[in-house]
């Protein structure tokens, strides 16, 4: 028995609102399909497809095909098995942004602890950058003011003490804090 050919729309069986204002290819589902201009059209919710019932026009192709999103990929593994090599190799060949989990987390924390943590750059190894002996009375005068500042107790929030604890032993981040970071790079520019 020959089925009948169905005419998908412009998103074949992805949800059109997800990638619209998502920039993400969610597949729909055959439950909340919904019929546009003789082209049949999947959601990912109900809701997205009243959302597109409302305002079709918005969420099909007009004059040029729809866009897909970038390309991204995910790259896990142990500490030291060479993800950051492996990943700048693939955003070279392929044109896409690279993001250095750990380097983003430092990034989120600077500004109350200013320098960096981690076990790399712990006070151990303070004697890496030791002032030359014609810049010390300058740096003495400096340090002066840098250790009064310093004495004030810094305030982290739950969530940049769970990024600290993170850089440095390892500690596994929450759930609710990765939910905060991670859809950025979704949603956001440069990222997006």
Same mark, same amino acid.
């Given at each position: 028995?020959? =089925?009948?050919?169905? #005419?998908?729309?412009?998103?074949? #069986? ?5 990638? %619209? ?7 729909g589902?055959?439950? /909340?399909?919904a ?18 019932l ?7 192709? /007009?004059?040029?095909p ?12 142990? #500490?030291?098995?060479?993800k ?13 942004? /690279? ?6 987390? =430092? ?12 076990p790399?750059?712990?006070?151990? #190894?303070?004697?890496?950058? %030791? ?17 009064e ?20 032993d390892?500690?596994e ?6 939910d ?6 979704w949603n ?5």
């Amino acid at each position: 028995i020959k =089925q009948k050919k169905r #005419h998908m729309g412009d998103t074949n #069986h992805f949800c059109p609102v997800n990638l %619209k204002e998502n920039f993400v290819l969610y597949p729909g589902l055959q439950e /909340h399909a919904a019929k546009y201009k003789e082209k049949i059209y999947y959601f990912s919710t109900s809701e997205y497809r009243d959302k597109f019932l409302k305002n079709p026009e918005e969420y099909v192709a /007009h004059n040029e095909p729809l866009q897909a999103p970038p390309l991204r990929v995910c790259l896990l593994g142990i #500490h030291g098995a060479g993800k950051t090599t492996c990943a700048r190799q693939i955003a070279d060949k392929l044109g896409i942004f /690279h993001i250095q989990f750990e380097e983003y987390l =430092q990034e989120l924390i600077l500004p109350k602890t200013k320098r960096k943590v981690g076990p790399s750059f712990d006070e151990d #190894h303070e004697d890496d950058y %030791k002032i030359p002996e014609e810049l010390e009375d300058f740096s003495q005068t400096m340090t002066k003011i840098e250790t009064e500042k310093s004495k004030q107790k810094v305030e982290l929030t739950d969530e940049e003490e769970a990024i600290k604890a993170n850089l440095m032993d390892d500690t596994e981040l929450p759930p609710e804090v990765l939910d905060k970071i991670v859809p950025d790079w979704w949603n956001k520019e440069p990222f997006r």
